[in-house]
């Protein structure tokens, strides 16, 4: 699977390096990168843990920031 998302309210360069090692280290990604100047975070996975892995990346942004909204890109 590959999923693309927008993180409005991402303002902090510290906090996209975060989110983006964060995302990387769930179970199931193979790999995630998250564009900075178009806070646009691209996710690659597995299939069948498509949910448990969207889940768990919103967590982890609500974590770094929790004014951040997470929309499908």
Do not use: H, W, Y
Request: charged residues 30%.
């Amino acid at each position: 699977m590959k999923r693309a998302f927008r993180l409005e309210g991402l303002d902090c360069a510290v906090c996209a390096s975060k989110i983006e090692t964060g995302v990387r280290a769930i179970a199931g990604v193979s790999a995630a990168q998250l564009n900075f100047m178009t806070a646009r975070l691209v996710i690659e996975g597995d299939d069948a843990n498509v949910e448990d892995i969207i889940s768990k990346m919103k967590k982890i942004v609500k974590k770094v920031d929790p004014d951040i909204i997470i929309k499908r890109a």
